[in-house]
């Protein structure tokens, strides 16, 4: 604290010893000044960090479902162009059938595999019958899987009936 020498107006002279003060206000100063600070930057932190998380999982999830229905559709395309070509076999020879449960299989990959995350395939298989066929493809990529069925009448030349009633395209 400061002081400063007051003098008086009298003739007397006499000499005081007054504090300065630098304020009308008296502010009390205390050692605990500024703790709430660090809860409050905490606090901050854990909500950046709630939402930085939650940002992320909404990504990843919005990834994993974008590529399910990449791989839905591709499987779908695999199992149609297993069953355009089971058409193109009977196309060739009326009498072609192979009644075995995936009797044939495509690849579409250079992995040769129908699993994994690189791997694709259509797995064939072509029903008898004399004057009509039921051609079913199962189409696979990844871990979707969708099977396409094809059931053709043959006309009396042992052509593939080209009307939209002789040749049905269903999605198993």
């Known amino acids: ?14 000499i005081f010893l007054c504090p300065i003060r630098y304020s009308i206000f008296d ?12 809860p409050t930057v905490i606090l901050l932190g854990v909500m950046a960090l709630m939402v930085a ?3 992320t999982t909404l990504s990843f999830t919005e990834l994993m479902i974008s590529q399910g229905g990449s791989q839905s559709s591709r499987a779908l395309f695999y199992a149609e162009s297993g069953a355009r070509d089971a058409l193109l076999k009977i196309a060739r020879n009326k009498n072609y059938e192979c009644v075995a449960t995936d009797c044939y299989t495509i690849y579409f990959t250079p992995s040769a595999s129908c699993t994994g995350v690189n791997g694709g395939c259509a797995k ?21 899987t ?27």
């Open 1 to 14: 604290m400061e002081y400063r020498i007051k003098k008086t107006e009298k003739k007397e002279k006499r």
């Open 27 to 38: 502010i009390q100063y205390s050692t605990r000044r500024g703790v709430a600070t660090l």
């Open 53 to 55: 998380v939650g940002i």
């Open 124 to 144: 064939v298989s072509v029903g008898a019958g004399t004057t009509s066929k039921i051609a079913t493809s199962t189409g696979v990529m990844g871990a979707s």
């Open 146 to 172: 969708r099977t396409m069925r094809v059931s053709v009448t043959l006309d009396t030349n042992g052509q593939i009936a080209t009307s939209t009633t002789q040749t049905v395209w269903t999605e198993m």
